[in-house]
T-cell receptor
């Protein structure tokens, strides 16, 4: 059962454009939503994360928008650069029972290509 | 500070062989986990541990075994390799509680690419 659905599977953006990746979740117990960036041959690296008590979080060119009622969250990459070309994963986890933060549920991933 | 170290980086196994993927972290993280990454499926949790001596199953545990005798090490054992276990395997570690900067410090290793023929 895929509890976090991510779209699109692939995205092509011109340099300077805005990249938008969307995720939807089912489990209302999720309370921590990170985004990971993965370059070929490397492990995922934490990019930015949000908790459901805020609707938006911005770090540099990267912004997470969070809609708790719709159970959706999205990553916006402003002024996209060729160096941003990578695979992006959304994820979610919850602290139900106090032992669950080791268990990340990932979306399927989005391959972003930024053309110069 | 090496973070999460995985060995080997590449491995080819024959069907039925067994092997152990090694994972070590030097950040004193309580949590450690193993994920497998397959095209179009994201990363799926195999097993995880909330501390030394404590392990539990994730989403896809069949065919894998883990143990955690120390805080630093969390090896993954393939009992009898099958072609369906061809994948990229990632080990990760994290804090149990939110850090001062508001995250759990999830850190992934660089992965082991396993091919079972």
């Amino acid at each position: 059962q895929q509890q976090v659905k991510q779209s699109p599977q692939s995205l092509i953006v011109q340099k300077g454009g805005i990249s938008i990746i969307n995720c939807a979740y089912e489990n209302t117990a999720f309370d921590y939503f990170p985004w990971y960036q993965q370059f070929p041959g490397k492990g995922p690296a934490l990019l930015i994360a949000i908790r459901p008590d805020v609707s938006e979080k911005k770090e540099g060119r990267f912004t997470i928008s969070f809609n708790k009622s719709a159970k959706q969250f999205s990553l916006h990459i402003m002024d996209s650069q060729p160096g941003d070309s990578a695979t992006y994963f959304c994820a979610a986890t919850s602290n139900a029972g106090g032992t669950s933060y080791g268990k990340l549920t990932f979306g399927q991933g989005t391959i972003l290509t930024v053309h110069p | 500070n090496a973070g999460v170290t995985q060995t080997p980086k590449f491995q080819v196994l024959k069907t039925g062989q067994s092997m152990t993927l090694q994972c070590a972290q030097d950040m004193n993280h309580e949590y450690m986990s193993w994920y497998r990454q397959d095209p179009g499926m994201g990363l799926r949790l195999i097993h995880y541990s909330v501390g030394a001596g404590i392990t539990d199953q994730g989403e896809v545990p069949n065919g894998y075994n883990v143990s955690r005798s120390t805080t630093e090490d969390f090896p993954l054992r393939l009992l009898s390799a099958a072609p369906s276990q061809t994948s990229v395997y990632f080990c990760a570690s994290s804090y149990r509680m939110l850090s001062r900067v508001g995250d759990y410090g999830y850190t992934f290793g660089s992965g082991t690419r396993l091919t079972v023929v």
